[in-house]
T-cell receptor, first 117, second 112 residues
Framework: GAVVSQHPSRVICKSGTSVKIECRSLDFQATTMFWYRQFPKQSLMLMATSNEGSKATYEQGVEKDKFLINHASLTLSTLTVTSAHPEDSSFYIC?????????????FGPGTRLTVL | GNSVTQMEGPVTLSEEAFLTINCTYTATGYPSLFWYVQYPGEGLQLLLKATKADDKGSNKGFEATYRKETTSFHLEKGSVQVSDSAVYFCALSEKGAQKLVFGQGTRLTINP
């Protein structure tokens, strides 16, 4: 149980275009999802906390207008990278906390590798 | 602010060797501590956790003890297997909060 999927797993886009990444909890509902960014050989950096039915909470230094987050339902959060540039190339990972159960355990998706040309 | 420091990798061991991956933390109050593992091509999975001082988390032969006096949560396994090859992340969350702060990760390779 507690499976989180991400789509797509890999995307290549041109500079200036927008890319949407989906994060789904497949067998549980989640009011809270998190979006992380992972640079090569580095740790995960929390970008924002996504709350179902309300605005996302962004970490300091993360541009909310560039990284649009929508948590439309209890099983889906989306991250849209707007006007992507090569420096946005990274590995984006989401996680979710089940609505019921232990509230300090996050379940992670497999990640999406974004390459901006 | 809160932070987690874990030993630099990569770490390469032979099968059946003893493993230690060091992790220390800085936090206000008494956080919960976690070890996550990321196998090649997969997402992070919770390996074990401890929520208060002197607690020992264990899973799949791995253990870690929450040491408040040394602010540490070192990961150990007595006899590693090739299938343990992965990246291991130490992390903390403040009590009552859900946000995780991760260490930089340690890549472990086990050779047969």
């Amino acid at each position: 149980g507690a499976v989180v999927s991400q789509h797509p797993s890999r995307v290549i886009c041109k500079s200036g275009t927008s890319v949407k990444i989906e994060c789904r909890s497949l067998d549980f509902q989640a009011t809270t999802m998190f979006w992380y960014r992972q640079f090569p050989k580095q740790s995960l950096m929390l970008m924002a906390t996504s709350n179902e039915g309300s605005k996302a909470t962004y970490e300091q230094g993360v541009e909310k207008d560039k990284f649009l987050i929508n948590h439309a339902s209890l099983t889906l959060s989306t991250l849209t990278v707007t006007s992507a540039h090569p420096e946005d190339s990274s590995f984006y990972i989401c996680s979710a906390i089940p609505l019921s159960g232990i509230q300090d355990t996050q379940y992670f998706g497999p990640g999406t590798r974004l390459t901006v040309l | 602010g809160n932070s987690v420091t874990q030993m630099e990798g990569p770490v390469t061991l032979s099968e059946e060797a003893f493993l230690t991956i060091n992790c220390t933390y800085t936090a206000t109050g008494y956080p919960s501590l976690f070890w996550y593992v990321q196998y090649p091509g997969e997402g992070l999975q919770l390996l074990l956790k401890a929520t208060k001082a002197d607690d020992k988390g264990s899973n799949k032969g791995f253990e870690a003890t929450y040491r408040k006096e040394t602010t540490s949560f070192h990961l150990e396994k007595g006899s590693v297997q090739v299938s343990d090859s992965a990246v291991y992340f130490c992390a903390l969350s403040e009590k009552g909060a859900q946000k995780l702060v991760f260490g930089q990760g340690t890549r472990l390779t086990i050779n047969p």
